[in-house]
DNA sequence: ACCTGAACACCGTTCAAGT
DNA sequence: ACCTGAACACCGTTCAAGT
């Protein structure tokens, strides 16, 4: 008899790498610690020398998938900005379990900080005030990210950002002018809440004023 | 000695408020069949009596909440949008738990499919065609609803309402009438998600631009 | 009609032990 | 250094039995 697995070292790549896979089978909900093990050919236990917990399992794999996001080709902060919605859009529509394996954190990861960062980035470059980025990014919401921002279960991020900002101003500068610049508006440093949902909606209301009278058919269209 | 608890028989409507104010209190991630009987005093299967089993429980649990929503009593489509957005915001903020437990169903239950048919009124009553009422109701998103439209996991909502369009037209003509618009125009009878999609980003990216052009400090402002 | 007790097939995770 | 076995404290849910 041949041995038919030549069971290569289990290392925390191959299992997250596997984790990818099994939940793009079978959803998120079914993957499970004794069942990626099962997988793997190894007892649940062995899982547990190459990966914290199943928080830490699930971290590793939303920073496998967003840091292959990527970079944007274009020029011109319009056709960036889309780029990378849709391609976010198309990285979503392959890991169905991302957006709300993202959504059940606390926090961000540093991978999908340093994202959040990089979007910011094309949209202060291009000269707009680091308020309205900050509202503009709210109002793109989950489809710029794949993901709600406000849904962080903490939904302190923003100020824990604030507070090291010194240390992650150079890896992180937009999203920690956004943060400073948020946190100067409120007493407590973080963001308010309520005015940035009431400029969302305005925006939004606005926007579809002007569908309404001008009676568009198939929609603004920018690039093309 | 003295009965305490004056052990009223459980019923479904007892049973689904205790559920609320236990997962209101702890979470939804806390809330477990055996940890509810425990705060009613009670065996974990004496639930089962008046609930089918934890997902009817959570839909329960939805329909109360989404049944309590106000109806706005302004006059004028943009200060009733804005009057169902921030009550929706509103809820949202009471039972943090909403969210995730509307998207973690197939399909929306009937009372949220109600609630969806009552927006879809406003927009439409306003004159506003059926296609970019689908349109505006996708941009607004999850801060209209509270959750996110897409996010149905079986994402089969509109192609199922349609199959039945003639027994619900008169129960929830708006979502009918927006399921068969967009149905029309594909082959599968099903809504096309990347010219949604496509609709959706032009329409920020819009008015994106707008905010740069004018470089607005404050946002538009509608009311008031 | 309503509630109970014991049981089944699962979870994530610990600890001490094997090689 | 890496993997294992047995165990612990949980889940949702079933079934047959109690009152």
Redesign the interface.
Known sequence: MYTVSTRRPLNRDRVIQAAVAYADARGLDELTMRGLAAELGVVPMALYKHVADKYDLVGGMIDAVVASYRTPTETGW?AR??ER??NA?ERVSWHPWL??AI?SRDAPTATVLGYQNAVAGE?IE????V??VH??LH?????LWGF?PE?FRGAAAAPSVAEQATQLAERLPYVVAIAVDAGSRTRSGACDDDAE?????????????R??ER????????SG
Chains 1, 2 share one sequence.
């Open positions: 319009q900005l889309r919605v849709l859009r957006r709300s959504e949209l291009s000269g707009l005030a308020d309205l509202h503009a109002a793109l919401g989950h489809r709600s849904a949902f009431a400029f969302t909606l305005d925006l939004l209301l606005d926007a579809f004023a569908l309404h009676g568009w058919e198939s929609g603004p269209r920018l």
